[in-house]
């Protein structure tokens, strides 16, 4: 209930939806997507994030995460 109080005080983005709506936004959008470039796109393969990385260090064998610190810390010097 509360978020769609906060959403009714938020005309101006129904305005701007609204006018997108209007304005072909839907078929601008739809030209877009089928004219992106996927031809390096590999479905199979997640995208390397800092979260990711940090997942895999933290799930490391405590010996594992001390010589990947050591062998960072090496290269800071």
Known sequence: MLNRMLFMRKTGYFDRLHQWINDNGSQKLLAWLLSYDLTNFDPRRAPVTAA?????????PPVYQFIYGELWSLQTI
Do not use: I, N, Q, R
């Not at 990711?52 to 490391?60: D, R």
């Open 52 to 60: 990711l990385v940090e997942e895999k260090l933290a799930s490391m």
